[in-house]
Protein backbone atom coordinates (compact mmCIF):
# COMPACT_ATOMS: atom_id res chain seq x y z
CA UNK A 1 0.00 0.00 0.00
CA UNK A 2 1.41 3.77 -0.76
CA UNK A 3 3.30 4.81 1.91
CA UNK A 4 0.92 7.90 3.10
CA UNK A 5 -2.15 5.18 3.27
CA UNK A 6 -0.06 3.25 6.00
CA UNK A 7 -0.02 3.91 9.65
CA UNK A 8 2.61 4.56 11.36
CA UNK A 9 2.43 1.70 13.83
CA UNK A 10 2.46 -1.00 10.79
CA UNK A 11 5.55 0.86 9.83
CA UNK A 12 7.35 -0.68 12.88
CA UNK A 13 7.51 -4.17 11.33
CA UNK A 14 8.14 -6.09 8.05
CA UNK A 15 6.53 -9.27 6.80
CA UNK A 16 7.07 -12.41 8.62
CA UNK A 17 10.28 -13.86 7.58
CA UNK A 18 9.09 -17.05 8.48
CA UNK A 19 6.09 -16.76 6.36
CA UNK A 20 8.27 -14.94 3.85
CA UNK A 21 10.47 -17.90 4.04
CA UNK A 22 7.78 -20.45 3.19
CA UNK A 23 6.56 -18.61 -0.02
CA UNK A 24 10.10 -18.73 -0.99
CA UNK A 25 10.21 -22.31 -0.23
CA UNK A 26 7.37 -22.93 -2.68
CA UNK A 27 8.99 -20.99 -5.20
CA UNK A 28 11.69 -23.72 -4.92
CA UNK A 29 10.17 -26.79 -4.40
CA UNK A 30 11.69 -27.33 -0.64
CA UNK A 31 11.63 -29.12 2.41
CA UNK A 32 9.94 -26.71 4.92
CA UNK A 33 11.43 -26.19 7.97
CA UNK A 34 10.89 -22.65 8.70
CA UNK A 35 7.22 -22.28 9.63
CA UNK A 36 6.57 -24.80 12.73
CA UNK A 37 3.67 -26.88 12.00
CA UNK A 38 3.65 -30.90 10.80
CA UNK A 39 3.50 -32.72 8.26
CA UNK A 40 1.25 -35.16 8.85
CA UNK A 41 -2.33 -35.84 9.99
CA UNK A 42 -4.26 -35.02 13.17
CA UNK A 43 -5.47 -38.52 15.11
CA UNK A 44 -8.24 -39.52 13.40
CA UNK A 45 -11.05 -39.14 15.93
CA UNK A 46 -10.64 -35.55 15.55
CA UNK A 47 -11.19 -35.21 11.84
CA UNK A 48 -14.31 -37.60 12.61
CA UNK A 49 -15.16 -34.78 15.50
CA UNK A 50 -14.89 -32.17 12.62
CA UNK A 51 -17.15 -33.80 10.30
CA UNK A 52 -19.55 -34.60 12.96
CA UNK A 53 -20.19 -30.98 13.75
CA UNK A 54 -20.89 -29.66 10.80
CA UNK A 55 -23.19 -32.08 10.13
CA UNK A 56 -24.74 -31.55 13.34
CA UNK A 57 -25.52 -28.06 12.59
CA UNK A 58 -22.44 -26.12 14.08
CA UNK A 59 -22.36 -23.98 11.60
CA UNK A 60 -23.15 -20.50 12.59
CA UNK A 61 -21.61 -17.91 15.26
CA UNK A 62 -20.37 -19.42 18.68
CA UNK A 63 -20.63 -17.73 21.45
CA UNK A 64 -17.94 -14.70 21.48
CA UNK A 65 -15.95 -15.47 24.46
CA UNK A 66 -16.44 -19.82 23.37
CA UNK A 67 -18.46 -22.81 22.68
CA UNK A 68 -19.73 -23.30 26.28
CA UNK A 69 -18.49 -27.20 26.09
CA UNK A 70 -15.14 -26.24 25.42
CA UNK A 71 -14.73 -23.54 28.07
CA UNK A 72 -15.65 -26.05 30.00
CA UNK A 73 -12.96 -28.56 28.27
CA UNK A 74 -10.34 -26.11 28.91
CA UNK A 75 -11.07 -25.83 32.69
CA UNK A 76 -10.94 -29.32 32.87
CA UNK A 77 -7.61 -29.75 31.05
CA UNK A 78 -6.01 -26.63 33.18
CA UNK A 79 -7.24 -28.07 36.21
CA UNK A 80 -5.80 -31.39 35.85
CA UNK A 81 -2.19 -30.35 33.70
CA UNK A 82 -1.34 -27.20 35.23
CA UNK A 83 -3.11 -27.61 38.72
CA UNK A 84 -5.02 -24.17 38.36
CA UNK A 85 -8.81 -24.63 39.16
CA UNK A 86 -10.37 -21.84 36.60
CA UNK A 87 -14.28 -20.89 36.05
CA UNK A 88 -15.25 -21.83 32.47
CA UNK A 89 -17.88 -18.78 32.29
CA UNK A 90 -15.69 -16.34 33.86
CA UNK A 91 -12.40 -16.64 33.17
CA UNK A 92 -11.91 -18.71 29.77
CA UNK A 93 -11.78 -17.13 26.38
CA UNK A 94 -11.66 -18.68 23.34
CA UNK A 95 -9.88 -17.07 20.35
CA UNK A 96 -8.65 -17.76 16.63
CA UNK A 97 -5.61 -19.74 17.86
CA UNK A 98 -2.61 -18.24 20.60
CA UNK A 99 -2.04 -15.79 17.65
CA UNK A 100 -5.01 -14.13 18.46
CA UNK A 101 -5.12 -14.26 21.94
CA UNK A 102 -1.71 -13.08 22.26
CA UNK A 103 -3.15 -9.43 20.21
CA UNK A 104 -6.37 -9.37 22.08
CA UNK A 105 -4.23 -9.88 25.35
CA UNK A 106 -2.00 -7.00 24.53
CA UNK A 107 -5.05 -4.84 23.55
CA UNK A 108 -7.41 -5.38 26.01
CA UNK A 109 -3.79 -4.47 28.97
CA UNK A 110 -1.71 -1.80 27.26
CA UNK A 111 -2.06 1.86 27.34
CA UNK A 112 0.11 3.91 25.67
CA UNK A 113 3.55 4.49 27.22
CA UNK A 114 3.14 1.15 28.83
CA UNK A 115 6.29 -0.91 28.88
CA UNK A 116 6.63 -4.84 27.68
CA UNK A 117 9.12 -6.73 29.15
CA UNK A 118 10.19 -10.10 26.44
CA UNK A 119 12.30 -12.73 27.11
CA UNK A 120 15.09 -12.53 23.79
CA UNK A 121 15.50 -14.01 21.15
CA UNK A 122 11.71 -14.23 21.37
CA UNK A 123 8.62 -15.61 18.74
CA UNK A 124 8.68 -13.18 16.16
CA UNK A 125 5.24 -12.07 16.24
CA UNK A 126 5.69 -10.79 19.42
CA UNK A 127 7.61 -7.36 18.04
CA UNK A 128 4.28 -6.71 16.32
CA UNK A 129 2.38 -7.57 18.98
CA UNK A 130 4.12 -4.99 21.33
CA UNK A 131 4.03 -2.57 18.37
CA UNK A 132 0.36 -2.92 17.01
CA UNK A 133 -1.16 -2.58 20.99
CA UNK A 134 1.32 0.31 21.33
CA UNK A 135 3.99 -0.95 23.95
CA UNK A 136 7.55 -0.42 24.35
CA UNK A 137 9.14 -3.22 24.70
CA UNK A 138 12.20 -4.03 26.82
CA UNK A 139 14.39 -7.13 26.34
CA UNK A 140 15.92 -9.85 28.85
CA UNK A 141 18.47 -11.68 27.61
CA UNK A 142 18.46 -15.87 27.63
CA UNK A 143 22.26 -16.83 27.27
CA UNK A 144 22.38 -18.90 23.85
CA UNK A 145 25.92 -19.78 24.74
CA UNK A 146 24.05 -21.45 28.10
CA UNK A 147 22.74 -25.28 27.42
CA UNK A 148 19.87 -23.85 29.87
CA UNK A 149 20.04 -20.74 28.22
CA UNK A 150 19.43 -18.70 31.23
CA UNK A 151 18.83 -14.96 32.18
CA UNK A 152 20.73 -13.34 34.43
CA UNK A 153 18.15 -12.37 37.60
CA UNK A 154 19.71 -8.61 37.52
CA UNK A 155 18.72 -8.07 34.34
CA UNK A 156 15.31 -9.07 35.27
CA UNK A 157 15.06 -6.90 37.81
CA UNK A 158 16.43 -4.14 35.98
CA UNK A 159 13.56 -4.92 33.45
CA UNK A 160 10.99 -3.76 35.43
CA UNK A 161 10.23 -0.15 36.56
CA UNK A 162 6.90 1.61 37.23
CA UNK A 163 6.02 1.75 33.44
CA UNK A 164 5.65 -1.98 33.62
CA UNK A 165 2.40 -3.45 32.19
CA UNK A 166 3.01 -6.62 31.44
CA UNK A 167 5.96 -9.54 31.09
CA UNK A 168 5.59 -12.28 28.14
CA UNK A 169 6.54 -15.79 29.11
CA UNK A 170 6.69 -18.70 26.57
CA UNK A 171 7.23 -22.00 28.14
CA UNK A 172 8.80 -24.30 26.16
CA UNK A 173 10.31 -21.66 24.37
CA UNK A 174 10.47 -20.85 20.81
CA UNK A 175 12.83 -20.50 19.18
CA UNK A 176 15.82 -22.32 22.03
CA UNK A 177 13.44 -24.89 23.08
CA UNK A 178 14.21 -23.29 26.79
CA UNK A 179 12.01 -25.33 29.30
CA UNK A 180 11.44 -22.38 32.56
CA UNK A 181 12.33 -24.15 35.87
CA UNK A 182 10.42 -23.13 38.96
CA UNK A 183 13.25 -21.41 40.20
CA UNK A 184 13.25 -19.28 36.82
CA UNK A 185 9.31 -18.58 36.76
CA UNK A 186 9.24 -17.61 40.68
CA UNK A 187 12.00 -15.26 39.96
CA UNK A 188 9.11 -13.84 37.70
CA UNK A 189 6.68 -14.28 39.60
CA UNK A 190 8.46 -11.88 42.52
CA UNK A 191 8.69 -9.50 40.08
CA UNK A 192 5.61 -9.46 38.69
CA UNK A 193 3.96 -9.02 42.70
CA UNK A 194 6.18 -6.12 43.51
CA UNK A 195 5.18 -3.94 40.25
CA UNK A 196 2.12 -5.11 39.92
CA UNK A 197 2.42 -6.35 36.89
CA UNK A 198 0.40 -9.35 34.42
CA UNK A 199 2.31 -11.84 33.32
CA UNK A 200 1.19 -13.16 29.65
CA UNK A 201 2.47 -16.76 29.21
CA UNK A 202 2.51 -18.20 26.06
CA UNK A 203 2.47 -22.43 26.36
CA UNK A 204 1.56 -23.64 22.94
CA UNK A 205 4.34 -26.34 23.27
CA UNK A 206 3.49 -27.59 27.23
CA UNK A 207 3.28 -30.90 25.84
CA UNK A 208 6.37 -30.87 24.32
CA UNK A 209 8.92 -31.76 26.87
CA UNK A 210 12.11 -34.19 26.75
CA UNK A 211 14.91 -35.49 29.02
CA UNK A 212 12.22 -35.71 31.82
CA UNK A 213 11.69 -31.86 31.64
CA UNK A 214 8.49 -30.72 33.32
CA UNK A 215 5.90 -27.93 32.41
CA UNK A 216 5.44 -25.43 35.60
CA UNK A 217 2.25 -22.59 34.26
CA UNK A 218 3.45 -19.47 36.46
CA UNK A 219 -0.62 -19.45 36.89
CA UNK A 220 0.34 -21.82 39.22
CA UNK A 221 2.42 -20.26 41.75
CA UNK A 222 1.55 -18.49 44.58
CA UNK A 223 -0.42 -15.12 44.09
CA UNK A 224 -0.20 -15.48 40.36
CA UNK A 225 -3.74 -16.70 38.61
CA UNK A 226 -4.81 -13.18 39.89
CA UNK A 227 -2.28 -11.69 37.48
CA UNK A 228 -1.71 -14.37 34.62
CA UNK A 229 -3.23 -14.70 31.13
CA UNK A 230 -2.01 -17.92 30.03
CA UNK A 231 -2.47 -18.74 26.50
CA UNK A 232 -2.98 -21.86 24.42
CA UNK A 233 -4.03 -23.54 21.49
CA UNK A 234 -4.79 -27.02 19.90
CA UNK A 235 -2.67 -26.21 17.08
CA UNK A 236 0.91 -27.79 18.27
CA UNK A 237 -0.62 -30.06 20.98
CA UNK A 238 -2.74 -32.08 18.18
CA UNK A 239 -1.28 -31.32 15.00
CA UNK A 240 -4.05 -28.90 13.86
CA UNK A 241 -2.41 -25.75 13.01
CA UNK A 242 -4.97 -24.76 10.48
CA UNK A 243 -7.60 -25.15 12.63
CA UNK A 244 -7.45 -21.60 14.62
CA UNK A 245 -8.35 -22.93 17.99
CA UNK A 246 -6.86 -21.15 21.12
CA UNK A 247 -7.94 -19.94 24.32
CA UNK A 248 -6.74 -17.39 26.85
CA UNK A 249 -7.62 -18.08 30.43
CA UNK A 250 -7.52 -15.04 32.54
CA UNK A 251 -8.76 -13.27 35.38
CA UNK A 252 -11.43 -11.54 33.44
CA UNK A 253 -12.74 -12.36 30.07
CA UNK A 254 -10.69 -10.50 26.96
CA UNK A 255 -13.55 -7.72 25.70
CA UNK A 256 -11.35 -6.85 23.07
CA UNK A 257 -11.27 -10.09 21.39
CA UNK A 258 -15.03 -9.66 20.59
CA UNK A 259 -14.49 -7.19 17.93
CA UNK A 260 -11.52 -8.34 16.66
CA UNK A 261 -13.01 -11.62 15.32
CA UNK A 262 -16.55 -12.27 16.88
CA UNK A 263 -14.91 -15.49 17.64
CA UNK A 264 -12.95 -18.64 15.91
CA UNK A 265 -14.82 -21.40 13.81
CA UNK A 266 -17.99 -23.10 15.12
CA UNK A 267 -17.31 -26.24 14.25
CA UNK A 268 -13.83 -26.82 14.90
CA UNK A 269 -14.43 -25.60 18.60
CA UNK A 270 -16.58 -28.38 19.16
CA UNK A 271 -14.23 -30.68 17.67
CA UNK A 272 -11.66 -29.08 19.91
CA UNK A 273 -13.22 -30.76 22.74
CA UNK A 274 -12.39 -34.04 21.75
CA UNK A 275 -9.36 -33.36 21.00
CA UNK A 276 -8.86 -31.72 25.29
CA UNK A 277 -10.28 -34.63 26.30
CA UNK A 278 -7.89 -37.21 24.25
CA UNK A 279 -6.63 -39.92 27.02
CA UNK A 280 -3.13 -38.66 28.98
CA UNK A 281 -1.08 -41.97 27.32
CA UNK A 282 -1.74 -39.80 24.05
CA UNK A 283 0.63 -36.68 25.34
CA UNK A 284 2.84 -39.32 26.87
CA UNK A 285 3.44 -40.75 23.62
CA UNK A 286 3.06 -37.53 21.79
CA UNK A 287 6.78 -36.07 23.92
CA UNK A 288 8.22 -39.99 22.96
CA UNK A 289 7.83 -38.88 19.18
CA UNK A 290 9.28 -35.94 19.05
CA UNK A 291 11.71 -36.18 21.23
CA UNK A 292 12.54 -39.64 18.85
CA UNK A 293 12.37 -36.27 16.03
CA UNK A 294 14.24 -34.14 17.85
CA UNK A 295 17.46 -36.80 18.05
CA UNK A 296 17.01 -37.87 14.36
CA UNK A 297 17.36 -33.90 13.52
CA UNK A 298 20.42 -33.16 15.69
CA UNK A 299 22.21 -36.39 13.66
CA UNK A 300 21.38 -34.81 10.85
CA UNK A 301 22.64 -31.53 11.52
CA UNK A 302 26.17 -32.64 12.87
CA UNK A 303 26.48 -35.18 10.08
CA UNK A 304 26.13 -32.29 8.02
CA UNK A 305 28.77 -29.58 10.01
CA UNK A 306 26.24 -27.52 11.94
CA UNK A 307 26.86 -26.76 15.64
CA UNK A 308 22.91 -27.50 17.07
CA UNK A 309 21.84 -26.79 20.11
CA UNK A 310 20.14 -29.50 21.86
CA UNK A 311 16.45 -27.87 23.01
CA UNK A 312 14.22 -29.19 25.85
CA UNK A 313 10.94 -28.89 24.53
CA UNK A 314 8.87 -26.95 21.59
CA UNK A 315 9.76 -28.88 18.19
CA UNK A 316 13.03 -26.54 17.21
CA UNK A 317 16.92 -26.37 16.97
CA UNK A 318 19.15 -23.17 17.09
CA UNK A 319 21.94 -23.75 15.38
CA UNK A 320 25.67 -22.33 14.61
CA UNK A 321 25.97 -21.64 11.33
CA UNK A 322 29.95 -22.42 12.27
CA UNK A 323 32.16 -21.86 9.64
CA UNK A 324 29.06 -22.37 6.78
CA UNK A 325 28.17 -18.36 7.13
CA UNK A 326 28.34 -15.22 8.96
CA UNK A 327 25.04 -13.94 7.42
CA UNK A 328 22.45 -16.08 8.38
CA UNK A 329 19.69 -14.17 5.49
CA UNK A 330 22.07 -14.84 2.74
CA UNK A 331 22.68 -17.97 4.28
CA UNK A 332 19.19 -19.21 4.30
CA UNK A 333 18.74 -17.83 1.36
CA UNK A 334 21.65 -20.19 0.17
CA UNK A 335 20.16 -23.16 1.73
CA UNK A 336 16.12 -22.63 0.16
CA UNK A 337 17.64 -21.92 -3.38
CA UNK A 338 20.47 -24.45 -3.45
CA UNK A 339 19.73 -27.02 -0.76
CA UNK A 340 16.18 -26.98 -1.25
CA UNK A 341 16.19 -26.85 2.80
CA UNK A 342 13.94 -23.36 3.92
CA UNK A 343 15.35 -22.27 7.47
CA UNK A 344 14.77 -19.22 9.51
CA UNK A 345 17.25 -16.71 10.00
CA UNK A 346 18.11 -16.12 13.41
CA UNK A 347 18.28 -12.61 13.48
CA UNK A 348 14.03 -12.98 13.23
CA UNK A 349 14.22 -13.70 16.80
CA UNK A 350 16.29 -10.59 18.03
CA UNK A 351 15.06 -6.80 18.25
CA UNK A 352 18.55 -6.22 16.91
CA UNK A 353 19.29 -8.17 14.10
CA UNK A 354 23.29 -8.31 14.90
CA UNK A 355 22.45 -10.15 17.83
CA UNK A 356 21.15 -13.82 15.71
CA UNK A 357 23.83 -13.45 12.54
CA UNK A 358 24.95 -16.37 13.87
CA UNK A 359 22.15 -18.69 14.05
CA UNK A 360 19.25 -20.65 12.10
CA UNK A 361 16.68 -22.35 13.10
CA UNK A 362 15.25 -25.64 11.73
CA UNK A 363 11.69 -27.12 12.56
CA UNK A 364 11.27 -30.76 12.70
CA UNK A 365 7.21 -31.70 13.01
CA UNK A 366 7.89 -33.77 10.17
CA UNK A 367 7.43 -37.29 9.27
CA UNK A 368 10.64 -39.45 8.97
CA UNK A 369 10.62 -39.52 5.19
CA UNK A 370 10.96 -36.45 5.37
CA UNK A 371 13.51 -35.66 7.87
CA UNK A 372 15.40 -38.61 5.61
CA UNK A 373 15.34 -36.17 2.69
CA UNK A 374 16.44 -33.78 4.75
CA UNK A 375 19.35 -35.65 5.30
CA UNK A 376 20.21 -36.37 1.83
CA UNK A 377 19.67 -33.07 1.29
CA UNK A 378 21.86 -31.55 3.40
CA UNK A 379 24.49 -33.64 2.99
CA UNK A 380 25.49 -31.43 -0.21
CA UNK A 381 26.18 -28.51 1.81
CA UNK A 382 29.55 -28.51 2.65
CA UNK A 383 31.06 -29.35 -0.90
CA UNK A 384 27.64 -26.80 -2.12
CA UNK A 385 29.70 -24.37 0.03
CA UNK A 386 32.62 -24.87 -0.81
CA UNK A 387 31.91 -24.36 -4.43
CA UNK A 388 30.40 -21.01 -3.78
CA UNK A 389 34.02 -19.85 -1.96
CA UNK A 390 35.76 -20.88 -5.03
C1 LIG B 1 5.39 -19.58 20.73
C2 LIG B 1 4.27 -19.63 19.76
N1 LIG B 1 3.09 -19.09 20.10
C3 LIG B 1 2.05 -19.10 19.26
C4 LIG B 1 2.14 -19.69 18.00
C5 LIG B 1 0.96 -19.67 17.11
O1 LIG B 1 -0.05 -20.44 17.65
P1 LIG B 1 -1.50 -20.55 16.97
O2 LIG B 1 -1.36 -21.45 15.78
O3 LIG B 1 -2.34 -21.14 18.02
O4 LIG B 1 -1.91 -19.18 16.59
C6 LIG B 1 3.36 -20.24 17.60
C7 LIG B 1 3.50 -20.83 16.26
O5 LIG B 1 4.55 -21.10 15.76
C8 LIG B 1 4.44 -20.22 18.51
O6 LIG B 1 5.62 -20.74 18.19
Known amino acids: MAKRYT ?10 VIREMTRLNNLYHGVNLAQGFPDFDPPGELLDAAAKALREGYNQYAITWGAPRLRQAVAE ?17 VTCGATEAMMATLLAIIDPGDEVVIF ?7 GPD ?8 RYVTLHLD ?47 RQHDVVAVTDEVYEHLLYDGRQHVSIAALPGMAERTVTINSVSKTYSVTGWRVGWTISP ?11 GAAAPLQEAAVTALRMSRQYYVDLAALYQRKRDRMLDILRQAGF ?19 QDDVAFTQFLVKEIGVATVPGSSFFHQPRDGRRYIRFAYPKQDPTLD ?12 VEKLKR
Open 130 to 137: AALSGATP
Open 77 to 93: KFGWYNGVNVDPDLHVT
Open 7 to 16: AARVGLFTES
Open 120 to 126: EPFYENY
Open 307 to 325: RPIVPSGAYYIMSESGEFA
Open 146 to 192: DPEFRFDPADLRDAFSAKTKAIIINTPHNPTGKVFSRAELELVAEQC
Open 252 to 262: ASLRAHDFLTV
Open 373 to 384: EVARRLARLPRA
